[in-house]
């Protein structure tokens, strides 16, 4: 099953020490660097595990810490809007 980048659609979102994954509705799994979203670094294990998935999953959204994510976004490799350089 292909799926397009418009059409791409989360099921299920989890962090690690390092990464945002999100599980796809396709199957696949997506891994970002958390450095990628400074709030999401800076999150508390409890915070990151509260989201919503929104839009029917093309988008996820943590209101705890006021991080709202595009799924289209991460698959063209879009990031936080926060200047990164301090970050990495």
């Known amino acids: 099953m292909r ?7 989360a099921s299920t979102v989890w962090t690690d020490e390092d990464n945002l994954w999100v599980a796809l509705a396709d199957g696949r799994h997506i891994a970002v ?4 979203f400074p709030r ?17 999953g093309t988008g996820i ?4 810490i006021n991080e709202d994510i595009n799924v289209q976004g991460l698959l ?3 990031g936080d809007r926060i200047k990164r350089s301090s970050y990495f």
């Open 3 to 9: 799926t397009l980048v418009e059409q791409a659609q």
């Open 33 to 36: 660097p958390l450095r990628y």
């Open 40 to 56: 999401l670094l800076k999150a508390t294990e409890n915070q990151r595990k509260n989201y919503i998935l929104s839009g029917g």
């Open 61 to 64: 959204q943590w209101e705890d």
């Open 76 to 78: 063209l490799g879009i």
